[in-house]
């Protein structure tokens, strides 16, 4: 097993895009990094990075046997966690998701593991999340599309 690793995810109120920086060898460090951003007047979340194999069920909750592993674009991503639209078992399977970290440029997902059900809430709550921003970006919208056409191939 690798050493634990640490990302900071930053939402700004004033540009329409989230950041992921990092990954950070020690929680003390993003945490850091995530002051910084508060103090430039970003909302930041400090989340664990994860490999793809190590992906585990969170919480003690077990995934039901229909379960099925999504990932939501981090783009996507950063408008529900903006949201206040997340309830029940999609806002739990949502929080409790692990970070997957990608590419050099500092992209993310969220890997879901959830019922085809609760992925078709998790869309529903998408679609109001962009709605309340008056549409979201280019990136978010396409991030919609994305993860509604996943959710489609499962269900």
């Not at 078709?120 to 056409?149: I, M």
């Amino acid at each position: 097993m690798t050493a634990r690793q640490w990302v900071v995810i930053g939402t700004s109120a004033y540009v329409d895009t989230s950041v992921a920086c990092g990954p950070y060898g020690s929680a003390e460090e993003a945490l850091n990094v995530s002051a910084e951003l508060d103090a430039k007047g970003w909302v930041s979340e400090l989340c664990m990075l994860y490999a793809v194999g190590e992906i585990v069920p969170v919480g003690g909750e077990e995934p039901g046997p229909d379960a099925v592993t999504l990932h939501i674009p981090g783009a996507l991503a950063a408008l529900l966690y903006r949201s206040d639209r997340l309830a029940g078992a999609g806002g739990r399977a949502f929080r409790a998701a692990p970070v997957i970290g990608w590419g050099s440029r500092g992209g993310y997902s969220v890997a879901v593991s959830a019922s085809p059900d609760v992925h078709q809430d998790l869309v529903e709550a998408a679609r109001w999340a962009l709605d309340d921003e008056g549409g979201g970006s280019v990136a978010a919208r396409r991030a919609f599309a994305k993860y509604r056409n996943r959710v489609r191939g499962v269900a």
